[in-house]
Nanobody
Framework: QVQLVESGGGLVQAGGSLRLSCTSS????????MGWFRQAPGKEREFVTA????????YYADSVKGRFTISRDNAKNTVYLQMNSLKPEDTAVYYC?????????????????????WGQGTQVTVSS
């Protein structure tokens, strides 16, 4: 069983930065592909970014490309999301998620369904 705990959310002005962290309780963190998703009020959960098991491959939604950076430290069982140049439309609850090799990562990194484990979410609010 994998338990994920996010932290680092909060209130920030437009143009500001936040860094989210997601720590896993499992001992096999490096075996999982990791992703960040977000959900704004009244909207469906959407893909933000994902990272391969060794951190060598990353994917981003077009809406965050060039502003957000995902990284991971397998020794610390932690994945990070550095968010810069934040916009009011980035306001949402951010979730980290972990998945195994149930399907080809490169073909389905954006799909929430293969992600078997989810954190409780952390609120990010960007004021204009």
């Amino acid at each position: 069983q994998v338990q994920l705990v996010e932290s680092g959310g909060g209130l920030v002005q437009a143009g500001g930065s936040l860094r989210l962290s997601c720590t896993s309780s499992g001992r096999t963190f490096s075996a999982y592909y990791m992703g960040w998703f977000r959900q704004a009020p009244g909207k469906e959960r959407e893909f933000v970014t994902a990272i391969s098991r060794n951190g060598g491959t990353t994917y981003y939604a077009d809406s965050v490309k060039g502003r957000f950076t995902i990284s991971r430290d397998n020794a610390k069982n932690t994945v990070y999301l550095q968010m810069n140049s934040l916009k009011p439309e980035d306001t949402a609850v951010y979730y980290c998620a972990a998945r195994g090799t149930v399907s080809t990562f490169s073909a389905s990194y954006y799909d929430p369904r293969p992600y078997a484990y989810w954190g409780q979410g952390t609120q990010v609010t960007v004021s204009s």
